[in-house]
């Protein structure tokens, strides 16, 4: 069974352009959540989609990021106009269920430099 | 106030000595703790994780962590370390305020020293 994927693996963009990051869930998983970790700090929440549905985007800094799930298979993040803050590890991840003991499988993040 | 403390951003520790990674977590949260460890170029990876029931919990590669509620802790051990366990361990917690999402800790990165 094939894990969870992101695309691209990293990302170097300059202040003011967009960049759009992708996460393959793994087939049939109808949860799943962004998190990021910018340098030095802790791994935070940034949304969690129910299939195709935002069912908490608590974590979502402003609105120059825009997450969407269309169909309820791939996610997208888009950051339009990055920032230098907006640099860091995106982990995508995925879960079958929405029980508190369930594991979250992560993908291996996008590594985003805003320069 | 922090929901999960991880007391060391970077452990040494022998090949072959004891691995004690800790983490604190706050009172108020709910017995949903989780430990993930990144190895170099990968995702998180679940290492173990306790919900209820037994205290003592095992995880994959010879790990276990205890939980303590009178110590607010969950601290993850290994007895004897090899080089394979070099890699950054998280603690987080699940289900604060009913929340789906994980909570985390700052990470430890942990060397391992010939």
């Known amino acids: 069974e094939a894990g969870v994927t992101q695309f691209p693996s990293h990302s170097v963009i300059e202040k003011g352009q967009t960049v759009t990051l992708r996460c393959d869930p793994i087939s049939g998983h109808d949860n799943l959540y962004w998190y990021r970790r910018v340098m030095g700090k802790e791994i935070k929440f940034l949304l969690h989609?129910?299939?195709?549905?935002?069912?908490?985007e608590s974590g979502m800094p402003n609105n120059r990021f825009l997450a969407e799930r269309t169909g309820g298979t791939y996610s997208t993040l888009k950051v339009q106009p990055a920032e230098l803050e907006d640099s860091g590890v995106y982990f995508c991840?995925?879960?079958?269920?929405?029980?508190?003991?369930?594991?979250?499988?992560f993908g291996p993040g996008t590594r985003l430099t805003v320069t | 106030a922090q929901s999960v403390t991880q007391l060391g951003s970077h452990v040494s520790v022998s090949e072959g000595a004891l691995v004690l990674l800790r983490c604190n977590y706050s009172?108020?949260?709910?017995?949903?703790l989780f430990w993930y460890v990144q190895y170099p170029n990968q995702g998180l990876q679940l290492l173990l994780k306790y919900t209820t029931g037994a205290t003592l919990v095992k995880g994959i590669n010879g790990f276990e962590a205890e939980f303590k509620k009178s110590e607010t802790s969950f601290h993850l051990t290994k007895p004897s370390a090899h080089m394979s366990d070099a890699a950054e361990y998280f603690c987080?917690?699940?289900?604060?305020?009913?929340?789906?999402?994980?909570?985390f800790g700052q990470g430890t990165r942990l060397t391992i020293n010939p």
């Open positions: 009172s108020s949260v709910p017995p949903y």
């Open positions: 991840a995925s879960s079958l269920g929405q029980t508190l003991w369930e594991e979250q499988y």
């Open positions: 989609f129910v299939k195709e549905s935002k069912q908490d």
């Open positions: 987080a917690v699940r289900g604060i305020q009913g929340a789906q999402k994980l909570v």
